[in-house]
Each structure stands twice: as C-alpha cells, then as structure tokens.
C-alpha cells in the first residue's frame, strides 16, 4: 500500500523524485487522519513536543511565530481565521500517525526526518518559502490551496523577517486545491505558499538530506578520533632543494593521499553515516523498559494473542549488507549482525511493527533472541500489550 495512486513507484522515482513535484489526487482515499484538530493542539500544550503558531497578520509583524508549548488560553485568544498551528514529528508522539509511515517505504526511511502537523482556519499559512527538504503534504480535512513557484537556492531574496525565511518574489507556475486524501509532493528548492481555504489538517512528510558540510565534518570528526599523534604529514621525497617559499604540487598530491587514505574506506563512510543517519531525532522519545526484560519475559509478553513487536515511534533503524551479514544501526549505534541474524534484521528495518507470531519463532534462534532482547532493552523495539494499548 503506496501513496502513489496511478503514478506508480517507478514512474515517480524515475520523473518526480527529488526533481519535480507530482500532484497525486486521493493519495489515501478520504484520509481524515488519527488526529481531530483539538487533539493536535492538546499535543502542543506538552512539554517537549516542538510547536508553533503564525499569525498570518500579527501583532509586531506579517507572519509572526510564537514557539510552544502553549496553554489552552492561548488557543482561545486568536483570531476566527489567519493562523497556523504546526506540530513537528507527530509520528515520534502518536504511534497510528508513525503507522502512515510504511506507505513510504518506496523511499530509503533513513532519509525520513518527521511528520508536523499543521492545522489551519481560513486565511491560515507561513508565508511564501522554499524548504532544502523532500517533501509530501497530505491534505486530512478541510481544503488548502497551494501555489508553486519558482527554484529558489540560497541566493533568492529573502523578506526582512526576524525568524521565518519568507521569499521576497514569486513567480507563480502551479495552483492546486488539495481535498481531504490529496497529496502532493515538493522536491527541495520550489517555491511554495499554502493557503487554508476551509479549517484542515496537513501533514507534511519530511525527508531530509544532510548537507555536504555535515557529511564532511561529521566524517572527518569520527576518523580522527581513531587516529594518533603520529600518524601525520610526511614530504614526499624530494629531488632537489626547490623554491623555500613554495607548496609544491607534490605536496599537493601526498594531502589528497591522506585524505583519501583515511576518509574513503567504503565501511568507514558507511558506519558513519548509518550511525550519523538514526541518531534519533529526539533523543527523550526512547523508551527503554523499567526492568531489563530476559528472553522469558520477551517470550511471555509476545505469547500474549494480538501482541506485535513495534518500533519505538522516536527510533530508527537502517542496515548495509556486509558480506554474509548486515551491519544494523538502531538509533545511532551500528551492531554487527552474522548471516543467521541478518534476514530478521532487514526485516525490523524494513517493517515498524511484526507480529508476534514471527518474533517467537525468530526467538528460536539463540543469535536473533540476543539481538532482539539487546534492542528491547535499549527501548529501539517494544512488544505491544493489545490489553493495554488501543489497537
Ligand atoms: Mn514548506
């Protein structure tokens, strides 16, 4: 189950996917979303949950932000129309909203940053701006009309605006009015203006990518934590005195060798950036059990009927095959995986919830049952009690 409709997997990858946007009408038929408007702002009451409004018409300026969380008096005291309430990584909060996330799994999830929920009266939006990120904007009730634009990169002119990057010119090329279960999906870098038409909820599906400056400096930190005061320049060996003053070419060449040495090890990059890449995104989401669970405490919570093993909503999880087996990373950390464990592994990335059915049997396995109680124990995976947690 996609959220392409007629488009097709190989037909947004190939046309749509980080080159044009795409307007999929009925991306999921008449979505109304697990959240009611009043739950979204309950949720922004909450201590640790990321928030804000914009006040399309503000007080000090257009578009004026107030940052969470908020109380219900606040709510009470805007305006009948013109505002905007979003609510980021509502995903990592509300497990039935994680649960969209498998329709997204055309995608690598490790690029998947969050779903922020916005809700909007009439006349409600955050202004005309481009985003460096990916991403779907899945109409739950109400309607949204939304202008596209022009490519914008970080020389487009911006308004004098104290924290919203709001762009100073906007040359219109699409205009699209999305219905509850509309989508439409925005490669970085096009400007757009969302506009509510009637009182609604968007989501919007982010997928980051991490700037060259990150990879850079991220990677750099790590191999140099691994490497010693003695491990450093040596000159090339020399034919003749040469001008004192000069960096030679050759010197040049034994720079880019040790970088190239020390930074292009296919299993270096990779480990870095499988662990840089689930570094969970609120680390406060994790939630280890009370007492450290053993394999019959495991046993017993998933012989339980309706019981599934789940991915902690904050957590993420990404593998790369290495020989026979798989190296995984869950929230940051990678763990080698042998060839016995490696098929259950690409499954705990590939699916956030499984059943407890197919947990007990992988249990079998004296390897999978280390693996598994190391990950419910890190509080990576939890195994839902269908007594206790609303389906
Ligand atoms: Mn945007």
Do not use: K
């Amino acid at each position: 189950m996609t959220v392409l409709g007629g488009l097709g997997v190989a037909r947004f990858l190939a046309d749509h996917w980080q080159r044009e946007p795409a307007l999929i009408r009925q991306a999921v038929p008449g979505f109304a979303g697990p959240l009611s408007p009043e739950e979204l702002a309950g949720l922004a009451c909450e201590d640790g949950v990321e928030s804000r409004l914009v006040l399309a018409e503000g007080g000090t300026v257009p578009f004026e932000v107030r940052d969470g969380p908020f109380r219900e008096a606040d709510f009470e005291a805007l305006p009948e129309t013109g505002w905007t309430l979003l609510v980021q990584s509502v995903d990592r909060w509300v497990p039935a909203v994680a649960d969209l996330l498998d329709r997204f799994n055309f995608l690598p999830g490790w690029r998947l940053d969050d779903i922020m929920i916005s809700y909007a009266p009439a006349g409600g939006g955050v202004g005309p701006h481009y985003d460096q990120y990916d991403v779907f904007l899945l109409q739950a009730r109400g309607a949204r009309r939304w202008r596209l634009g022009q490519r914008c990169t970080v020389d487009s002119p911006l308004r004098d605006h104290p924290s919203l990057r709001l762009l100073a010119a906007f040359d219109e090329t699409e205009d699209h009015v999305l219905q509850p279960g509309d989508m439409l999906y925005l490669p970085p870098g096009i400007a757009h203006d969302g506009v509510a038409l009637a009182p609604g909820l968007t989501y919007s599906i982010g997928f980051r990518a991490p700037s060259a400056s990150e990879i850079l400096t991220g990677l750099a930190d790590t191999v140099a934590a691994g490497l010693t005061e003695d491990d450093r320049y040596r000159d090339a060996r020399m034919a003749d005195p040469g001008d004192a003053g000069e960096i030679s070419a050759s010197t040049v060449q034994v720079l880019r060798a040790l970088v190239q040495d020390r930074m292009a090890d296919p299993r270096v990059v990779a480990t870095w950036f499988g662990s840089h890449m689930t570094e969970p995104r609120e680390p406060e989401t994790a939630r280890p059990p009370e007492t450290c669970l053993d394999l019959d405490d495991l046993r017993g919570a998933l012989a339980v009927a309706g019981s599934e093993l789940r991915r902690n909503e904050g957590s993420r999880l990404a593998f790369f095959e290495d020989g026979p087996g798989v190296v995984l990373f869950a929230d940051g950390v990678p763990i080698d995986c042998d060839a016995a464990t490696a098929a259950a592994a690409r499954e705990l990335c590939r699916r956030r919830r499984i059943p407890g059915a197919t947990v007990t049997d992988w249990l079998a396995r004296p390897a999978i049952a280390t693996l598994l109680l190391r990950l419910v124990n890190d509080g990576t995976v939890y195994v839902t009690d269908p007594d206790s947690d609303p389906a």
